[in-house]
């Protein structure tokens, strides 16, 4: 399976501003996928990126307030922007091969204070 | 639509206890099922899927699952816990291309 490095692991940030996480795949995929787990809850996808194209967003999250970039095949960022404390989540990039199950990074814990 | 129901937000179980959590599914067409752990401070690994083969699925750490159509359900299950085994457990069904839905989670405990 396809090993995924993300950072930053953690971040505090103030209100106001914007925090960019990146997601690095060992491997070429075409779809990458961005995912949002608030304190005690489940995970919700954020939006499907596919490289070379635009972001396709969930109902709910839109690009102005997660804009998110795919490079290439192995490579990919999101942004969460103009943070409030409301965005405090675990944030975590996936990968995905023929709907045999995703492949998780380890995640990046934001504190919005 | 697809949806998963996972009962029991919390469940403590002795080292070597049967492990047990639940999960029920919804779906409109033959599904793929998962189940997942997040460690603390980590991010999710999948332990397990059934893709429509064999209903006793067998995955790593020596969990399994049973797809029982009739039930709904898709149990994870464990015949002797270890202490290394506390941690979160999603289950998740396929709803569509490339899209999951998750459970709600379900935090196991483990007593010494």
């Known amino acids: 399976s396809a090993v995924i490095s993300q950072k930053p692991s953690r971040d505090i940030c103030q209100r106001g501003t914007s925090l960019t996480i990146q997601c690095q795949v060992d491997?070429?995929?075409?779809?990458m996928f961005w995912y949002r787990q608030q304190p005690g809850q489940s995970l919700t996808l954020i939006a499907t990126a596919n490289q070379g194209s635009e972001a396709t967003y969930e109902s709910g999250f839109v690009i102005d307030k997660f804009p998110i970039s795919r490079p290439n095949l192995t490579f990919s960022t999101l942004t969460v922007s103009n943070m409030s404390p409301e965005d405090s989540s675990i944030y975590l990039c996936s990968v995905e091969r023929g709907g045999y199950g995703y492949t998780f990074g380890s995640g990046t814990r934001l504190t919005v204070v | 639509a697809q949806s998963v129901t996972q009962l029991g937000s919390h469940v403590s179980v002795s080292e070597g206890a049967l492990v047990l959590l639940r999960c029920n599914y919804s779906?409109?067409?033959?599904?793929?099922l998962f189940w997942y752990v997040q460690y603390p401070n980590q991010g999710l690994q999948l332990l397990l899927k059934y893709t429509s083969a064999a209903t006793l699925v067998k995955g790593i750490n020596g969990f399994e699952a049973e797809f029982k159509k009739s039930e709904t359900s898709f149990h994870l299950t464990k015949p002797s816990a270890h202490m290394s085994d506390a941690a979160e457990y999603f289950c998740?069904?396929?709803?569509?291309?490339?899209?999951?839905?998750f459970g709600t989670g379900t935090r196991l405990k483990v007593l010494a």
């Open positions: 998740a069904v396929a709803a569509g291309t490339y899209k999951y839905i």
């Open positions: 779906s409109s067409v033959p599904p793929y």
């Open positions: 491997s070429q995929v075409t779809m």
